[in-house]
Structures are given as structure tokens and as C-alpha cells.
């Protein structure tokens, strides 16, 4: 297990590591939104998916702030595990945090102005598929499962593996109602069809598959 003053210093490099993706991909989102007049189609009921979601994820990036402030009350307490060699745990925790920053960040500077935590279509809706989303589908998915399960396996915290377990449930939930609107878009369902004949879900599909081509 980490001393308290490394963990803090881990912690506040996590925090780091995230500020970069999101100014990384600040930099292709565009200034001008899209026209407030354009219909949006939003998925029923959404809202629940989105509390829970952005609940989830709050509860895990929370946890380094509280290393942060109270290192030696959390890292002794009875819910954060020892066991020998779980030095390399941890240090695998870090690395998957760290792919977690860059691909949420790669995937962020895709989806430029379409970036959305809510469900929805709106009729200038074009088909993301450049970037990770070549290969996957749900890559801002795939990256706060992978950040999730990094600072669980960081700070080896009990309380974190029912925040993964959420976010994990959500995201499932959340990519199959996208892709069941997408489906429906009379306008993008036929290439959303191709699209996801040919990519994986969140991993990249190891088979070969027709290549997107835009």
C-alpha cells in the first residue's frame, strides 16, 4: 500500500491527467452551438440515466479529492484492502487511469459540438467516426469505465467497486439506448447499421470487419 503522502501526490496527478483531456479537446469544440430552433429527439426517460450516470462517475472522481484532504483516515480505514503485492495493483490502477484521460479526451475532441450527456438526435446529427470512434462505438464509455476501475484499483477502496459496478450497469444501459435511436433516425439508421456491423461496442472488434469510410 501507497504512504499517505504518495497517494496524495497520485491523487492530484489523476486530477491532472484529466484537466489535460478535457483541454485537449476543448480545442476542437466549436464556439457556435448548434441553432437552439433545430428538433431534438430525446430518449424517454432519460433523465434518470443521466442523475445515475453523472452520480456514479461523481462518486468515483470524489474519492481522490478525499485522499487529498484526508489521506491517513482513508487509506487505514477497514474498506481500503491490503495484500501483498498490491503495490502492483495499484500502479495498474494508475495506468489505466492514465489511458482512461487520454481516451476520453481523444474521444471528446471527436464528438466536438455533438459532445452530450443527455440521449438525444438533433436534426443536424452527423455519424461520428473518426478518431477511437473508428473502432468503437461508446469510447467516452469505455473510458469512464476504464477511469472508474483505475482509481478503485488505485486506492484499493471497497465503497469504489459499487461506483464501477453503477457506472458499468449505466453505460450498458445508456449505449443501448443510443443505439436504438440511432437505429430509428430514418435519416442515419441505415449507416448507423453499417457502422456498428463494423465496430465493437467498447472494445475495437478483432475480427475483420468492412472499414468505415467517410
Given amino acids: 500500500m501507497m504512504a499517505a503522502d504518495t497517494a496524495q501526490i497520485v491523487a492530484a496527478a489523476l486530477y491532472a491527467a484529466l484537466a489535460g483531456a478535457v483541454v485537449y479537446a ?3 469544440w466549436s464556439r457556435v ?3 437552439p430552433s433545430l ?10 440515466s443521466e442523475a445515475l450516470w453523472l452520480g456514479a462517475l461523481a462518486s468515483v472522481f470524489a474519492y481522490p479529492l478525499g485522499i487529498l484532504l484526508f489521506p491517513r483516515a482513508l487509506l487505514t480505514s477497514p474498506l481500503t484492502i491490503r495484500f501483498p503485492g498490491d ?3 495499484q500502479v495498474g490502477g494508475i495506468l ?3 489511458v482512461g484521460a487520454v481516451l476520453s479526451g481523444w474521444a471528446l475532441r471527436s464528438l466536438g459540438r455533438f459532445t452530450t450527456v443527455r440521449i438525444q438526435l438533433t436534426a443536424d446529427q452527423s455519424l ?7 473502432w468503437i462505438r461508446h469510447p467516452m464509455y469505455t473510458a469512464n469505465l476504464l477511469l472508474a476501475l483505475g ?3 488505485t486506492f484499493l477502496s471497497l465503497t469504489l467497486w459499487i461506483s464501477v459496478g453503477v457506472v458499468s450497469a449505466i453505460a450498458f444501459l445508456r449505449a443501448n439506448r443510443e443505439e436504438r435511436m440511432f437505429l430509428a433516425s430514418p435519416r442515419l439508421g441505415p449507416e448507423y447499421a453499417a457502422y456498428r456491423r463494423a465496430t465493437g461496442r467498447f472494445l475495437p472488434r478483432f475480427r475483420r ?3 468505415i469510410r467517410r
Fill in 26 to 28: 476543448r480545442r476542437s
Fill in 33 to 35: 452551438p448548434a441553432s
Fill in 39 to 48: 428538433p431534438v429527439i430525446v430518449g424517454e426517460n432519460s433523465w434518470w
Fill in 87 to 89: 503495490e502492483i495493483v
Fill in 96 to 98: 489505466l487511469v492514465l
Fill in 128 to 134: 461520428i467516426t473518426g478518431g477511437p470512434y473508428r
Fill in 151 to 153: 482509481v478503485t484499483l
Fill in 209 to 211: 470487419t468492412p472499414s
